[in-house]
């Protein structure tokens, strides 16, 4: 088993400069970019973190980890509840959104998934009731995301939202789906921002 995020953690930060339009020509403190030793070394927090994404009301700070769990079932993700609420205050403490970015260690469908909290993203269809064959929630306050379910469950229709039931409640949804969100996020700013323009024209 393992927690290592490192590949996640340098397709976050491409995807985020990509999103962003900036380049890795910027210095760190004006684009997106790791965190140093996943923040270990000088005291930082989280893996990833977006900087200056006028599209969003609040940065992003990412939890990036992969776990490699072979089961009767297939593939499985163990996700402490405790992984989440550490990442929610790591991401307060910079007025950042927490993002809680896992990923199977095998499959291309569906590998990665986002974990967030109720209300985090604009997100539309509202989330669907928990699927306990999908999810597994123990008395340690662990889930247990079964991949090949979430590959039947979420299919062609990978909008679907899972909602997870801990101490509190989080929302399961697809990689594909989250970014797909934030590609909304900016469409909808640059069309209000080239409106602006056009009225002071």
Known sequence: MSNRGYALENQTENFLLTLAD??????????????????????????VISVGI??????????CKRRKESTKGGMSFTLPEAWLTKNEGEANMYNCTP??????????????????SPNTLKMEPN????????????KNHRFKIRKNTLDTEWNENY?????????????????????????????????????AINGKS
Do not use: C
């Open 22 to 47: 900036q380049s890795r020509d910027l210095p760190m403190s004006l684009r997106s970019h790791r965190i140093t030793s996943s923040g270990a070394m000088r005291g930082d927090k989280g893996d």
């Open 127 to 138: 989330p669907a009731p928990i699927l306990p064959r999908a999810i597994l929630t123990n």
């Open 54 to 63: 006028p599209f969003l009301s609040k940065q992003l700070l990412f939890e």
């Open 159 to 195: 909008k679907v939202s899972l909602l997870l039931r801990g101490k509190r409640d989080w929302i399961l949804l697809s990689y594909r789906y989250f970014t797909e969100i934030l590609g909304g996020l900016k469409n909808e700013y640059q069309i209000r921002t080239q409106t």
């Open 99 to 116: 993002i809680f970015l896992g990923a199977f260690t095998s499959g291309a469908k569906w590998r990665k998934f986002i974990v967030v």
